[in-house]
């Protein structure tokens, strides 16, 4: 069976990448997606460089976080999540910023663009449902 998901804010990448508005028009767009390969997702984790920001508390051998604004650790309440709030979180990251982000880093954040890169331009369809598979897949 193929996941269907929704997919929303995907018009607020380019009011993102203008400027701290946010965009006032989102589009709710339904598409089927082929299964992810938890491997893979692992791989995409790796390749994207996400442990620059994020921890992975189940993956020992993953680099720490260096940043100095860390986002959110990649543990087992991400498993609760739909592909429509990952794929939003990964695209539009200041369409809302995640509820697990620190207060003290969310108190420096109020009312600002998400730290977090463009990814839109650097991550294929393919990587963003093997890295949904694996985040999902974390306990």
Known sequence: MKPTILIIGVLAIGAAACGPQVASDTTTVAVALPTGDIQAGRQAILDLKCTACHQVPSEPTFPAPVSANPGPPFDGRLSTRDLSYLATAIVSPSHE?????G???????EGALSPMGDFSRVMTVRQLIDLHTYLRAIR
């Open 97 to 101: 910023l995640s509820a697990d982000i």
């Open 103 to 109: 207060r003290d880093v969310r108190a420096q954040l």
